[in-house]
C-alpha cells in the first residue's frame, strides 16, 4: 500500500520560501497518478494547492499560481512543493497526497509549517 | 471558481443515529465529489469517490448520492469511530473542498 512522508522545516520566516518534500514509498511514482499538496490553516479547512505528474506536467489552485513550483524527482520517488513570499497565512499543516486528477486516496500525515519570524 | 457549501457546520447525533449532510456547489459538477472524513491531527480520508462509489475498506453504512449540484452523505446506524469533521471535495474544475461537518456526540 503507497505511503506518503513529508519533511521539510517547521518554521519559516516571513517574505521567505516555504519548501517540503514528500518521500513516496510502496509505489513508483513513474507507474502513473498524479502527486498534489493539499494544506490546512490550524482549525480551518483544507486547500488543495496543486498536483504534478511524472512527466512534470503541473496544475495549481489559481489562487495560489503565481507563487507555487511544484517538482517531480522520480529517481528519488519524491516530490516538492515551493511556496515563494510566505506570510502568516500560509501557517497550515501541508499534507502530500496521491491525486487520481480527481480524488485523493492516499495522503500522508501532514507537516505544520509555521510563519513568523 | 466552484464553491462548495456544507450544511449544516455541526451535527449532533447519538451512536445508533442515522444521520445526513449535505454539500452544494455553486454551479453543476455533474458526479465529480468525493468525500472524506478527518480526525482531530491525522489527515483526511477518503470514503466516497464519484458521488457515490465507497471506497475500498470503507464500511457500507457509509452512502453518497446526487448528482449536478446537491450531493449528501448519508451515515446509518452511527458508531463511536465515526464522529469527526467530513469534507466534500469537487474536482470538475480544478479542486476545492467544503467548509467542513464536525459529526459531535449528543
Known amino acids: 500500500q503507497v505511503q506518503l512522508q513529508e519533511s521539510g522545516p517547521g518554521l519559516v520566516k516571513p517574505s521567505e520560501t516555504l519548501s517540503l518534500t514528500c518521500n513516496v514509498s510502496a509505489y513508483s511514482i513513474s507507474r502513473g497518478y498524479y502527486w498534489g499538496w493539499i494544506r490546512q490553516p490550524p482549525g480551518k479547512g483544507l486547500e488543495w494547492i496543486g498536483s504534478?505528474?511524472?512527466?512534470?506536467?503541473?496544475y495549481y489552485n489559481p489562487s495560489l499560481k503565481s507563487r507555487v513550483t511544484i517538482s517531480v524527482d522520480t529517481s528519488k520517488n519524491q516530490f516538492s512543493l515551493k511556496l515563494t513570499s510566505v506570510t502568516a497565512a500560509d501557517t497550515a499543516v501541508y499534507y502530500c497526497?496521491?491525486?487520481?486528477?480527481?480524488?485523493?486516496?492516499?495522503w500522508g500525515q501532514g507537516n505544520l509549517v509555521t510563519v513568523s519570524s | 471558481d466552484i464553491q462548495m457549501t456544507q450544511s449544516p457546520s455541526t451535527l449532533s447525533a447519538s451512536v445508533g443515529d442515522r444521520v445526513t449532510i449535505t454539500c452544494r456547489a455553486s454551479?453543476?459538477?455533474?458526479?465529480?465529489l468525493a468525500w472524506y472524513q478527518q480526525k482531530p491531527g491525522k489527515a483526511p480520508k477518503l470514503l466516497i469517490y464519484?458521488?457515490?462509489s465507497l471506497e475500498n475498506g470503507v464500511p457500507s453504512r457509509f452512502s453518497g448520492s446526487g448528482s449536478g449540484t446537491d450531493f449528501t452523505l448519508t451515515i446509518s446506524n452511527l458508531q463511536p469511530d465515526d464522529f469527526a469533521t467530513y469534507y466534500c471535495q469537487q474536482y470538475n474544475t480544478y479542486s476545492t473542498f467544503g467548509q467542513g461537518t464536525k459529526l459531535e456526540i449528543k
Open positions: 504534478v505528474y511524472h512527466s512534470g506536467t503541473t
Open positions: 454551479q453543476s459538477i455533474t458526479n465529480w
Open positions: 497526497a496521491r491525486d487520481n486528477l480527481s480524488w485523493f486516496d492516499s
Open positions: 464519484k458521488a457515490s
